[in-house]
């Protein structure tokens, strides 16, 4: 069973930060890249940044330079550090594999509010 369980949102200030945890099951996780997103109101969801089961990032449009994708391999986690954190960036995230289609399945995300 598919299992993703987003956590870390908040309310924070423009410039502040915020780091999500994501906790998943072995079978989406081990061994496998995996992808945070985020949808924000009225928007369709986005990738935001992705890393290789070896830990290797790769970052998507305006949160480059802002935000650091981790993970720990032992606890089937994966971490998103965001700094500079900007109204725009407000949005549900939630992480998935870098196939999401393959699960049919999402978590139920962890808000993050960016307030100007």
């Known amino acids: 069973q598919v299992q993703l369980v987003e956590s870390g949102g908040g309310l924070v200030q423009a410039g502040g930060s915020l780091t999500l945890s994501c906790a998943a099951s072995?079978?989406?996780?081990?061994?496998?890249?995996m992808a945070w997103y985020r949808q924000a109101p009225g928007k369709q969801r986005e990738l935001v940044a992705r890393?290789?089961?070896?830990?290797?990032?790769v970052y998507v449009g305006s949160v480059k330079g802002r935000f650091t994708i981790s993970r720990d391999n032992a606890k089937n986690t994966v971490y998103l550090l965001m700094n500079s954190l900007q109204p725009d960036d407000t949005a549900v995230y939630y992480c998935?594999?870098?196939?999401?289609?393959?699960?049919?399945?999402w978590g139920r995300g962890t808000q993050v509010t960016v307030s100007s």
């Open positions: 998935n594999s870098v196939l999401p289609e393959l699960y049919a399945y």
């Open positions: 890393i290789t089961s070896g830990g290797i990032p």
């Open positions: 072995a079978n989406i996780f081990s061994g496998k890249a």
